[in-house]
């Protein structure tokens, strides 16, 4: 039991009871397995025939208190461990039981002072009191370590299994997090706290159809509850169910009129699905009621399109100079510190003013901030892009390719954000033939889900090597399998995930006849327009100038490995010459994508469908060339982007080049 294998507890127990048929500690034992097996009916005639053999014994009652629990029966479990203490009132841990069911229920007052009883009693009491304080001090790994060495003296206790997931939570560590909530679920369902931290972690970890389910349970639990609705929200939000979080926000105001979380993530919903006028007037009802919210700040400057008024300027200057303002609770659309907000809004008036020096002061302080919030490693990306390079070589492309899932439904964007790969999306989309959905995670999770064979190629991308042509099809499949839910039944559909430039070589194998198209810019546009746009989540090379060129630089060297590997594969689509001709690149498109025309396409900007990227206000607009050269307004702070892109600028020609090189080449 202790080591997990309820399956073959049982059967122990099962074979103890044929030769000790009345033995109390078997027959509890044999019922503690069939609960967690969730064969609910055995465990109670368990528990019958042991209470018809010892009635006064207090251990059978306890067990009956957590078959009601998993049953979801708080209120009879409650009556069972009641009589377990009746019996037995030196039980710590009964009293323990007893309390987390109380307050599951709401029943605060008698919680605690049945939880104080349990400490009074119990000697891992000091040790619970410990790891509290260690946790409210911050020292996580303290806590944590205690918590788990708890465990391991009761691995059936789901409060200690909660308070180890929300610990891993709060560490990043999403996975163990989302392990050992479930774990504490599956033994209490009714254990209301364990489910909403399990919703946090299913959505950073890009799971939000789970999400989702476990934030409708969490409802379910507690139909009344504020905190539920508004994770169920968010859930929802993410989870590509715009109307829905819609729904939920408005129900959560309607109890709690004013919170910023709730106003927030509705203004963003608003955005998202092309209601522009009354998303600003939610950020701006958001910053009415709390000013110090500041992701309304940052939601109104995300928009692109909103110009800030001298005043709203002036109240955000006010709000930097205060000293860090007070964070507020999020909608979950941003992971940023409030200084880190405002710096971003206020980089980006002062650029729609023309202040293009302020502008950039507040970008780059704002930029600083974040990457103490967000550290990257360039070594990291040129080791990974070595390995990828290594492995996908022509030859074994060659030998590999012709087996994997003829489907040709998807079309990929691909490249770096800010080119212009919205657009793009937007002008496919607008094709009466093609499903425009948004940046889809399935890709990435199938990259990191691939069957090991050898030891020694148990990492993507090396254990690509030993799939066979199987399993080459299989994965194929499995990707149009996991994308179904985010169409319509449109006989194509695009893949915005940028970060799949990575996996060209792995698409190339499993979905042969899918349409690569990547999204290109001036090199200097590219990462400036990144350096200015505060990310969401990810992106953490985009934080800092010299990191950003490295980026590019690597990014530029694997899709010229890709042109070399698999020539043509790969449509390059620049945004200047999108700009600069429509109409010819819509026809390239179109062609590449091995689409008829649809003049459609040129019609873009009038295509009702809902956008999640920061362009998406921009792709609501005619085709327009005012953010074609947006570097030569920064041209003079970027110096050090400028020495790292060096090599490539220097191939452009000489009216696209810096001045610094231009001169250089003259010299």
């Known amino acids: 039991m202790q080591g997990g294998d309820a399956g073959t507890a049982e059967r122990v127990c099962r074979d103890a009871l044929n030769r000790y048929p009345e033995d109390a500690n078997i027959l509890c034992l044999s019922a503690r397995a069939l609960i967690r097996l969730q064969k609910f009916d055995e465990a109670r005639d368990r528990l019958n025939e042991t209470l018809s053999l010892f009635p006064e014994f207090s251990r059978p009652h306890e067990i009956l208190g957590e078959l009601f629990l998993a049953q ?17 009132s030196n039980s710590a841990e009964t009293y323990q039981k007893l309390g987390s069911v109380l307050t599951m229920l709401g029943r605060n007052e008698e919680a605690d002072e049945t939880i104080e009883e349990s400490r009074r009693r119990n000697p891992l009491a000091t040790a619970m009191a410990e790891a509290d304080e260690y946790k409210r001090s ?172 001298d005043d709203e300027i002036q109240q955000m200057l006010e709000l930097l100079q205060e000293g860090e303002p007070k964070a507020e609770p999020t909608s979950r659309w941003l992971t940023s510190t409030p200084e880190v907000n405002l710096c971003n809004a206020l980089g980006i008036a002062y650029e729609a003013n023309c202040d293009f020096d302020r502008a950039f002061q507040y970008i780059e302080r704002g930029n600083k901030m974040r990457r103490l919030d967000e550290p990257y490693d360039p070594l990291d990306t040129e080791r990974l892009h070595d390995r990828i390079i290594k492995t996908f070589t022509s030859g074994f ?73 199987d399993a080459i099809a299989v994965i194929g499949q499995d990707y149009i399998e996991r994308t179904r839910k985010y169409r319509s039944g449109k006989m194509f559909f695009t893949d915005k995930n940028l970060g799949n430039f990575m996996h060209i070589g792995l698409l190339h194998l499993i979905l042969p006849n899918a349409r690569i198209i990547d999204a290109r810019r001036h090199p200097l546009d590219s990462c400036l327009s990144c350096y200015k746009q505060l990310f969401a989540r990810g992106q953490a090379f985009s934080y800092d ?30 945004y200047e010459e999108v700009v600069a001709d429509l109409e010819a690149q819509v026809q390239r498109i179109l062609e590449h994508c091995g689409l008829p025309w649809d003049a459609n396409c040129l019609h873009f900007h009038e295509t009702k469908r809902n956008v999640r990227t920061a362009s998406s206000e921009q792709v609501r607009q005619p085709i327009y060339n005012s953010s074609v050269n947006l570097w030569r307004r920064f041209e003079s702070h970027v110096e050090e982007l400028i020495d790292v892109l060096e090599p490539l600028l220097l191939k452009l020609p000489q009216q696209d080049q810096p001045a610094v090189l231009r001169n250089k080449s003259v010299t």
């Open 72 to 88: 979801d029966k708080p209120e009879q479990a409650v009556e069972a461990f009641r009589r377990a203490i009746h019996l037995n």
């Open 138 to 309: 911050g020292d996580l790994d303290s806590a944590e370590k205690i918590y788990r060495n708890m465990l391991l003296r009761d691995p059936e206790n789901f409060e200690i299994l909660g308070h180890v997931g929300a610990l891993a939570a709060a560490k990043g560590q999403y996975t163990d997090a989302e392990i050992f909530l479930r774990r504490a679920v599956n033994r209490a369902p009714g254990y209301a706290r364990a489910w909403a931290n399990l919703v946090i972690a299913q959505m950073e970890l890009e799971k939000y159809d789970d999400a989702v389910a476990s934030a409708e349970r969490l409802v379910c639990l507690d139909p009344t509850g504020n905190m539920a609705r508004l994770l169920l929200g968010n859930a929802c939000a993410m989870s590509g169910r715009h109307e829905d979080a819609l729904a939920e926000y408005k129900r959560f105001l309607s109890r709690v009129p004013g919170d910023p979380g709730a106003l927030s993530g509705m203004a963003h919903m608003l955005k998202t699905i092309g209601r522009q006028e009354e998303s600003i007037a939610m950020y701006k009802e958001c910053i009415r009621q709390n000013p110090q919210h500041t992701e309304a700040w940052w939601g109104l400057a995300n928009m692109k399109t909103y110009r800030f008024e």
């Open 397 to 469: 492309l060659e030998e590999k390719s012709g087996h994997g899932c003829n489907d040709d439904d998807a079309i990929f964007i691909v490249g770096l954000p800010r080119t212009g790969s919205t657009l793009l999306e937007q002008i496919l989309s607008s094709h009466n033939q093609v499903e425009g959905t948004h940046e889809l995670p399935e890709l990435s999770r199938i990259s990191r889900s691939l069957p090991i064979v050898h030891f020694e190629r148990s990492r993507y991308p090396e254990n690509v090597m030993d799939l066979d042509t």
């Open 545 to 574: 100038l010299e990191e950003l060129g490295e980026y590019y630089l690597q990014y530029q060297r694997l899709m010229d490995h890709w042109d070399e590997v698999l020539p043509g594969k790969v449509l390059h689509v620049q």
